[in-house]
């Protein structure tokens, strides 16, 4: 099976403007979640979506949203960026398989955010 | 809320052995997940625990006390390779995020 896939890998914006970054899950994981990685805070949980519903969601503002389509794949979109908005920016697939004691989460390569 | 924590770094010679430790403080437990991140990659899944005692990889084993709230990941036999940053990470009751530690980088040094 193909792994998760963060598009693009690298992105590079001024302050104001907005980004959309997207993650497709691995083939049959129905759930999606997106994380900040950042030296100072480690990852951050951002929210995560089950079947189109987002069913968690972290500390962060309004301006970090997020959808997922049909198929699982996934955006998260962020408006009016600040230079704190630089990261990494990690989305996670799972399976979610009730006969599993645990079902792990499958880390893409990530999309690293640059604000100038 | 969770509070998790774990050293910032820790260095070992190659061959030796190295002791990870998580402290946890959460709202509630279904399991604690240990995540290895080589510099400039994604984290990639070692360990699960949610009963106490040691689970064992090869020559990797984490273990888990819930009633103490600590976890730790034990790495034998270390290698040049094992030179990475290991997460710790929570799953509260009926969550499905997982709330990760700050992480610590290990060094392997020859």
């Known amino acids: 099976k193909a792994g998760v896939t963060q598009t693009p890998r690298y992105l590079i914006k001024t302050r104001g403007q907005q980004v959309t970054l997207s993650c497709s899950p691995i083939?049959?994981?129905?759930?999606v979640s997106w994380y900040q990685q950042t030296p100072g805070q480690g990852l951050q949980f951002l929210f995560e979506?089950?079947?189109?519903?987002?069913?968690n969601k972290g500390n962060f503002p309004g301006r970090f949203s997020g959808r997922q389509f049909s198929n699982s794949r996934s955006e998260m979109n962020v408006s009016t960026l600040e230079l704190g908005d630089s990261a990494l920016y990690l989305c996670?697939?799972?399976?979610?398989?009730?006969?599993?004691?645990?079902?792990?989460?499958?880390f893409g390569p990530g999309t690293r955010l640059t604000v100038l | 809320g969770q509070n998790i924590d774990q050293p910032t770094e820790m260095t070992a010679t190659e061959g030796a052995i190295v002791q990870i430790n998580c402290t946890y403080q959460t709202s509630g437990f279904n399991g604690l997940f240990w995540y290895q991140q080589h510099a400039g990659e994604a984290p990639t899944f070692l360990s699960y625990n949610v009963l106490d005692g040691l689970e064992e990889k090869g020559r990797f084993s984490s273990f888990l006390s819930r009633s103490k709230g600590y976890s730790y990941l034990l790495l034998k036999e270390l290698q040049m390779k094992d030179s990475a940053s290991y997460l710790c990470?929570?799953?509260?009751?009926?969550?499905?995020?997982?709330?990760f530690g700050a992480g610590t980088t290990v060094t392997v040094r020859a």
């Open positions: 996670a697939s799972q399976a979610l398989d009730r006969d599993r004691i645990y079902n792990e989460q499958f």
């Open positions: 979506y089950f079947s189109e519903t987002q069913r």
């Open positions: 083939s049959g994981h129905r759930s």
């Open positions: 990470a929570v799953r509260p009751y009926n969550d499905y995020k997982l709330s």
